[in-house]
């Protein structure tokens, strides 16, 4: 089976796991953990902080109770993600606002959100209210999804215009970049996810960043049993949230390579575009003036009819592929949350299929996916003359 993503594992990260264990660190205690948020936090620039954890959903928990979110408080949200970007705010006892994506990211619509802060809220004493529920809104929570940049521009000016908190989901996209700047570095704070399925992994885990130091330290003490450095007692009801030395070393050997693992992702989307124009489809390429980072290439313009038992096809033909993420919007358990009908997300969910983007995959793997592609929808197959 080719599999939709999976890690670019070899002897740096062998190296860097080993040196970990021979020093003797296997949990959270030790220098490591500390070096791999250092290096992520550089990465993003020199005023960045960082805190590592256990995954990308426990990164955003901890990021929304360090920037403040209270129960009852609202949080705006795309309609297209994967649950954990919205479940966090649901166990802090606060409400996901799901409004429309534009089609051409998939990401957050600025119009969408312009439109209901206008029509449904009214500021008060500096801050803004739902007038159907009368529940104070708290901020966005834009995701970068599928290593394409959102709108981020025009998120974080409306953020700034209503005074709203902005938290940016870059799990999907380290290394992507909105108009030269590094997605993750817009808003008031962002998390990453070192899944093992990311453009890098740590075998799990995530991170919280921001430019405040307080945020990350808040978010470091939550994760951390509600513990000061150096303090044994918790003084209120934490988590054990932490990231192991373990992880930490293999995140770090995998940072190394970004570069690396960035190229081939972005090799495998230039050989795609070429491969799905012969099949009559196209291939999301983001917003003019981005770098999206690639983490998984999106064929369109599938249709309703192609999409039925499409997955199912090209699995038996040892080709793993998946459809975008069902809306929230028509998930019984999400679609309470939903503030209008969200087109553009049925629309690209509908007509979108994420195809396999390993660092790793190579011509005659990719020529495999078309292969299936193109015997599936009984179009003559491309031919890829790229080694
Ligand atoms: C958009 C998005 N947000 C959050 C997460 C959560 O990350 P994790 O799986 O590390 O908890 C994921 C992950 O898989 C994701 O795709």
């Given at each position: 089976?080719?599999?939709?993503?999976?890690?670019?594992?070899?002897?740096?990260?062998?190296?860097?796991?080993?040196?970990?264990?021979?020093?003797?660190?296997?949990?959270?205690?030790?220098?490591?953990?500390?070096?791999?948020?250092?290096?992520?936090?550089?990465?993003?620039?020199?005023?960045?902080?960082?805190?590592?954890?256990?995954?990308?959903?426990?990164?955003?928990?901890?990021?929304?109770?360090?920037?403040?979110?209270?129960?009852?408080?609202?949080?705006?949200?795309?309609?297209?993600?994967?649950?954990?970007?919205?479940?966090?705010?649901?166990?802090?006892?606060?409400?996901?606002?799901?409004?429309?994506?534009?089609?051409?990211?998939?990401?957050?619509?600025?119009?969408?959100?312009?439109?209901?802060?206008?029509?449904?809220?009214?500021?008060?004493?500096?801050?803004?209210?739902?007038?159907?529920?009368?529940?104070?809104?708290?901020?966005?929570?834009?995701?970068?999804?599928?290593?394409?940049?959102?709108?981020?521009?025009?998120?974080?000016?409306?953020?700034?215009?209503?005074?709203?908190?902005?938290?940016?989901?870059?799990?999907?996209?380290?290394?992507?970049?909105?108009?030269?700047?590094?997605?993750?570095?817009?808003?008031?704070?962002?998390?990453?996810?070192?899944?093992?399925?990311?453009?890098?992994?740590?075998?799990?885990?995530?991170?919280?960043?921001?430019?405040?130091?307080?945020?990350?330290?808040?978010?470091?003490?939550?994760?951390?049993?509600?513990?000061?450095?150096?303090?044994?007692?918790?003084?209120?009801?934490?988590?054990?949230?932490?990231?192991?030395?373990?992880?930490?070393?293999?995140?770090?050997?995998?940072?190394?390579?970004?570069?690396?693992?960035?190229?081939?992702?972005?090799?495998?989307?230039?050989?795609?575009r070429a491969g799905l124009a012969s099949l009559g489809l196209g291939l999301l390429e983001g917003q003019a003036g981005d770098d999206p980072s690639w983490w998984l290439n999106i064929a369109r313009g599938l249709g309703r009819r192609e999409m039925e038992g499409l997955v199912v096809d090209l699995a038996a033909r040892g080709v793993q592929v998946r459809r975008v993420f069902r809306p929230f919007d028509c998930w019984p358990l999400y679609s309470a949350y939903a503030r209008m009908e969200c087109r553009a997300a049925r629309h690209s969910y509908e007509n979108?299929?994420?195809?396999?983007?390993?660092?790793?995959?190579?011509?005659?793997?990719?020529?495999?996916?078309?292969?299936?592609?193109?015997?599936?929808?009984?179009?003559?197959?491309?031919?890829?003359?790229?080694?």
């Amino acid at each position: 089976m080719i599999p939709l993503s999976e890690p670019s594992l070899g002897p740096c990260e062998a190296a860097r796991v080993q040196e970990c264990l021979a020093e003797g660190w296997v949990s959270a205690e030790g220098p490591w953990t500390g070096r791999f948020e250092t290096a992520v936090a550089a990465l993003h620039g020199p005023h960045m902080h960082a805190a590592a954890c256990s995954s990308g959903t426990a990164a955003l928990q901890l990021a929304l109770i360090a920037l403040g979110l209270r129960p009852g408080e609202l949080v705006i949200v795309p309609a297209l993600s994967f649950a954990a970007t919205v479940n966090p705010i649901i166990h802090l006892g606060a409400e996901p606002v799901i409004l429309d994506v534009e089609e051409d990211s998939l990401g957050l619509s600025p119009e969408a959100v312009k439109n209901w802060l206008e029509r449904e809220t009214l500021r008060r004493q500096g801050a803004v209210f739902e007038r159907r529920s009368g529940r104070r809104v708290f901020g966005l929570l834009p995701v970068h999804l599928y290593g394409l940049p959102c709108r981020i521009h025009d998120l974080a000016q409306l953020a700034l215009e209503y005074g709203l908190t902005l938290l940016e989901d870059n799990a999907e996209a380290l290394g992507a970049r909105a108009r030269g700047q590094l997605t993750g570095t817009f808003g008031h704070a962002s998390i990453l996810s070192f899944n093992g399925n990311k453009t890098i992994t740590a075998g799990g885990g995530g991170m919280v960043l921001s430019a405040d130091d307080g945020v990350t330290a808040r978010a470091a003490y939550w994760a951390n049993q509600a513990r000061r450095p150096g303090q044994p007692d918790p003084d209120d009801y934490g988590f054990n949230f932490r990231l192991s030395s373990v992880q930490a070393a293999l995140g770090l050997a995998q940072l190394e390579r970004l570069d690396e693992l960035l190229a081939g992702r972005r090799a495998q989307h230039e050989a795609y575009r070429a491969g799905l124009a012969s099949l009559g489809l196209g291939l999301l390429e983001g917003q003019a003036g981005d770098d999206p980072s690639w983490w998984l290439n999106i064929a369109r313009g599938l249709g309703r009819r192609e999409m039925e038992g499409l997955v199912v096809d090209l699995a038996a033909r040892g080709v793993q592929v998946r459809r975008v993420f069902r809306p929230f919007d028509c998930w019984p358990l999400y679609s309470a949350y939903a503030r209008m009908e969200c087109r553009a997300a049925r629309h690209s969910y509908e007509n979108c299929l994420a195809l396999p983007s390993s660092s790793q995959l190579d011509a005659i793997g990719r020529a495999a996916v078309l292969d299936a592609l193109a015997t599936h929808l009984a179009v003559p197959l491309p031919v890829e003359t790229a080694s």
